[in-house]
Each structure stands twice: as C-alpha cells, then as structure tokens.
C-alpha cells in the first residue's frame, strides 16, 4: 500500500523566514513518482514540482527548494524568503507504479505567513 | 491554452436530490480524474478515463456515484440520493496519457448537502 504522510498539520511564520515543509512517503514500488501542489484560498490545486524515483538530484526554482532522499523516504519542500503569498495548504502526493495513475495525497500543511 | 474547468463551481441541495457536476479537462489530455477532498483532508481517488473509457474505480464511488465521459471529451459526475455525507469539494484533473505525467487540477465543485 502507498501512504503519504504530512505530520505538519499547520506551520506559521514571519514573513522572510525560511520555512521547510516536511513529507515523508510509503511505498513498496521501485518505480515511482512524487509531487507537490499548493491550493490557495481560492480552492484550485496548483501544480509545483515532479520527481521521479530514480533522480534524487535537489531542486531549486526561485525562492521554492525540495530535497529528495530515497534512504529516509522523504521528500521536503523548503521555501526561502517567505512572502505573505505563499500562505495556503501545501500537499505532498504519491503516484506508484502499482496504482496505475491515481495519486495518493498527504493530509496537506497549512502554511501561514505573517506580515 | 485553458486549463481544466469545472461547472458548477457551488452547489447547494437537499439531501435526496440528484446533482450533476461537468469537467472539461485540457483539450489535448486524453486521461481524466476525478478526486473528492474533504475538509481538512488531502484529495481522495475517485475514478479516471482513458479517452471514454473508465479504467479504475475507487471503494469509495458507491453505487449512488457514476460518472461518464461519452466522447472522451467533457466528463460528468452524477450523485444520486445525495447523503450530508457527500457534502466535500469534487475535484476533476487531467493530463496526458503514461504513467506519473502531472495532474492538472480544476477549480473544484464544492457540493453542500442540508
């Protein structure tokens, strides 16, 4: 079975600090692929990144990092600088070779950035 | 390039009633899911097509849920009876076809049962 497990339930920081939101996978497949997405107050899920089980290498886009290791299963989002726009509910989501194409979310981390 | 849409954006209903929601994913995507999120929850699996057919369903699309996709286009969602139960936000993503392409979200229904 794939499980995602998110157990930052809400996270609350001042602007310009840096925050890391934390993700931590389950799954027996050796193929695989992990995301993230945001969804602001409006509702809509926003896709940000997608990796692959078999490249472990980090990325950077602007202010947005995420650090892949296959060794602790998890997958952690970091934000550098944060704004007050970077306020929503982050997900961590799984797509396991095994499961065909749905995706197993995580229970998501509100995110709140304080002016 | 329009993204993935969805109509309506809120339904209010009496528990009983019917409800129909449509999707209509990225035109050139011939995958398309549909996921239920509830409060405070990540979204949950509910079922997808290949162009018109409907390859997996989840546990949780009981009986009183179907869903169609006629000409592998727009997709719709019918809740039949509805419950309190089902009351939750219907998320309708799509993408191309292989596996572990990116999702592409929808706006969501958001159904409320009284």
């Known amino acids: 079975a794939q499980k995602v497990t998110q157990a930052q339930t809400e996270i609350s920081v001042v602007e310009k600090e840096d925050v890391t939101l934390d993700c931590v996978y389950e799954?027996?497949?050796?193929?695989?692929?992990l995301f993230w997405y945001k969804q602001p107050p409006s509702g809509e899920l926003v896709f940000l990144i997608r990796r692959n089980s078999f490249d472990e290498q980090n990325e950077i886009s602007g202010r947005y990092s995420w650090n892949f290791q296959k060794s602790t299963s998890s997958f952690n989002f970091t934000i550098t600088a944060s704004q007050v726009v970077d306020s929503a509910v982050y997900f961590c989501?799984?797509?396991?070779?095994?499961?065909?194409?749905?995706?197993?979310f995580g229970s998501g981390t509100r995110l709140s950035i304080r002016p | 390039d329009t993204g993935v849409s969805q109509d309506p954006r809120h339904k209010i209903t009496k528990r009983g009633q019917n409800v129909t929601f449509r999707c209509d994913p990225i035109?050139?995507?011939?995958?398309l899911y549909w996921y239920r999120q509830t409060l405070g929850q990540g979204p949950e699996f509910l079922t997808y097509?290949?162009?018109?057919?409907?390859?997996?369903k989840s546990r949780l699309l009981s009986d009183r849920f179907s869903a169609e996709r006629p000409k592998g286009s727009f997709s719709t969602l019918e809740i039949q009876r509805t419950e309190q139960g089902d009351s939750a936000m219907y998320l309708c993503?799509?993408?191309?076809?292989?596996?572990?392409?990116?999702?592409?979200f929808g706006p969501g229904t958001r159904l409320l049962v009284l």
């Open positions: 993503a799509s993408s191309s076809q292989g596996f572990g392409e990116t999702q592409y």
């Open positions: 799954t027996r497949d050796t193929t695989y692929y």
């Open positions: 097509f290949q162009n018109e057919a409907q390859l997996e």
């Open positions: 989501a799984l797509s396991a070779a095994s499961s065909a194409s749905k995706i197993i």
């Open positions: 035109s050139e995507h011939n995958r």
